[in-house]
């Protein structure tokens, strides 16, 4: 049991699956161009979904495809080139698609139509849903799709993905763990690994309906291992032991308009080395605990040049938490960490472990053995003479990754009576020595390097509850940019119970002509790149948020928080 204010980043250490490898996509190298810098701007109202900033959603373009057609009550001797002949399982169809380099002259749609589609093979006892092996272009991409929309198309036993480029999954539904089958990743529903360009939308990933490991097989529901280009929109995400949704080396994309729920520790956290990613616009609920940039990582199976930071430019914006027992907002070892108009409704009351609302806590490193990696000291050792941070020896996952530019701001954090954070409102970690046989990193590591939280509403406790900050922790007077004093003249804490319009009925904007009104947000300054990590491409460094959740376009006067307004525009 971790103890009081607990350092959840220690408490937790997962070593990373089999699937954790050097990432190739058949003989191709992957490299990773991170997007060209943009401000997070309205674009026209019906070019996306409320709240969505530019390239939502995911264009997919007119690419030339061949149509494929697979029901449950097919054939796999049918030819599945129309609905009168359709195949009876996905993996037909999956081979008829040339293994063999990039798809040209005809990318692939398959159609799902209506039904149960049983795991493949056969289930219960050689269930693998295993696909893998096939490079689609952008306008010869592989689509597997619900024909006749969401809610008509239920795989069971969800779908163990690696090795594949220009995959869309549209409008599917999968199911696993508990009683259902389970596919050969063995403990996720959706596992992506080593792959590029994949788009998930209007998906249902389901696990059971339980968050603790006695009532529940499954640690993830979507575990994302070294993938670039990774969009997922519109879809549901939930039901795992653990957390529900997993990102490890991820470059580039978004996770936006998604519903997450239902895990025993995190809705989402995301880590080793994940780099240029957009959450806005997703609600996350019935967690033990929020989301969290950095992690947790094992040095030798990370991918270069993103070998520092546990992770680096991810803009967490328009986002609403709530019921949250644990931590809402966490930075773990980042860099240009931004995390800003979010609300947070009842979160941090867990009474038994003392969580605060938010927490700037060390990312942590080892050099571990893997399955397919039982000698990874050289591996670690080649990455650290590249620049890498991290363990010379081999090491168990240490804390020794500091957070710098943080920034957390216009957030709106509500606990109504009977809830609040049972012994502050923040934990700042304090500075540590670097751990004997790390290498590249200064003596000490801080959690709270150029970190700044401003323009934040705060209703949490009495007037009287503590920030968070003693002779142990960080944010002391000797930090310019976050200390006592500039918390409290720079926030608005616990000065008056914000105004919503109806929260217990699922409603969390603020009340027309309420109190949240007068309290205009602050401006968010833009990250700089000039103290990254030499090799790392530099990401987004605009940090403006035009619209809100809503799509409500942001005024000068609007107030903090998701939504600036009391109504959908």
């Given amino acids: 049991m971790c103890s009081k204010l607990k350092i959840l980043s220690l408490c937790i250490v997962i070593l990373c699956t089999t699937a954790c490898m050097a990432a190739t996509l058949g003989s191709k190298v992957l490299t990773v161009t991170p997007p060209p810098a943009q401000t997070l701007a ?13 390239s939502f959603p995911y264009p997919v373009g007119n690419p030339v495809l061949t149509e494929l057609y697979v029901s449950p009550s097919g054939s796999d001797g049918n030819s599945g080139l129309d609905q009168n002949a359709p195949l009876q399982t996905i993996g037909a169809a999956w ?17 799902l139509l209506p039904g149960v589609y049983p795991c493949e093979p056969a289930e219960p006892d050689n269930c693998q849903n295993t696909f893998t092996n096939r490079n689609g272009m952008a306008q010869y991409p ?45 403990n996720n529903l959706l596992h992506l690994a080593e792959s590029e360009h994949i788009l998930l939308r209007g998906m249902r990933l389901a696990g ?31 039901g795992a032991w653990h957390s529900s949704v997993d990102f490890f080396n991820v470059q580039s994309g978004h996770f936006i308009h998604n519903n997450v729920h239902t895990a025993g520790q995190w809705c989402m956290y995301v880590k080793g080395g994940t780099a240029y990613l957009r959450v806005e616009g997703n609600e996350f609920h019935h967690c033990q605990l ?73 990312g942590e490193r080892g050099c571990n053995a893997t ?46 009576a009977g809830m609040q954070s049972l012994y502050a409102h923040f934990y700042f970690q304090g500075s540590s020595a670097r751990p004997a046989g790390f290498q590249n990193l200064p003596e000490t590591i801080s959690s709270d390097d150029n970190l700044r939280i401003v323009g934040n509403v705060i209703w949490n406790g009495p007037a009287d509850h503590p920030l968070g900050i003693d002779e142990a922790s960080g944010c002391q007077d000797s930090n310019p ?54 090799g790392v491409p530099a990401g987004t460094l605009s940090n403006a948020v035009a619209t809100d959740r809503d799509g409500n376009l942001r005024g000068s006067s609007s107030p903090v928080g998701a939504y600036s307004a009391s109504a959908t525009p």
């Avoid at 309205?42 to 530019?54: D, F, K, Q, V």
């Avoid at 081979?95 to 159609?111: D, F």
């Avoid at 960490?337 to 060390?362: E, H, I, P, S, W």
């Fill in 42 to 54: 309205a674009t026209p109202t019906g070019s996306r979904l409320p709240g969505i900033a530019p």
């Fill in 95 to 111: 081979a008829k698609i040339p293994e063999e380099g990039e798809l040209s002259g005809s990318g692939y749609r398959i159609n």
């Fill in 142 to 186: 592989i689509i597997l799709r619900a024909l006749n929309g969401r809610g008509t198309v239920e795989v069971r036993g969800g779908f163990d993905i690696s090795r594949v480029a220009y995959l869309y999954l549209i409008d599917l539904s999968l199911k696993g763990g508990g009683e259902l089958p389970t596919n050969q990743s063995g």
């Fill in 208 to 238: 059971p309906d339980c968050a603790n490991d006695t009532c529940n097989n499954l640690q993830e529901v979507l575990k994302v291992n070294q993938v670039q280009y990774l969009y997922i929109e519109d879809s549901e995400i939930g």
């Fill in 290 to 362: 929020g989301f969290q940039a950095g992690q947790s990582s094992n040095l030798a199976v990370m991918r270069s040049p993103w070998v520092q930071y546990e992770a680096y430019d991810i803009k967490f914006v328009n986002n609403l938490l709530h019921d949250l027992p644990g931590v809402a907002l966490s930075a773990s070892g980042g860099y240009n960490l931004l995390f800003a108009y979010n609300t947070v409704y009842r979160a941090a009351g867990d009474t038994a472990n003392g969580y605060a609302l938010v927490q700037t806590v060390l």
């Fill in 371 to 416: 399955d397919e990696l039982p000698d990874p000291l050289p591996v670690c050792k080649s990455k650290l003479a590249a620049g890498a941070w991290g363990p010379q020896v081999l090491s168990d996952n240490q804390p020794g990754i500091s957070n710098r530019s943080v920034y957390i701001y216009n957030n709106l954090f509500y606990n109504p």
């Fill in 481 to 534: 940019t976050c200390n006592a004093a500039q918390l409290i003249a720079e926030n608005t804490i616990n000065s008056f119970e914000p105004q919503l319009a109806d929260p217990s009925g699922g409603n969390y904007r603020p009340a027309a002509g309420g109190n949240l009104y007068p309290q205009a947000a602050a401006p968010i300054p833009d990250f700089g790149w000039s103290d990254a990590p030499v």
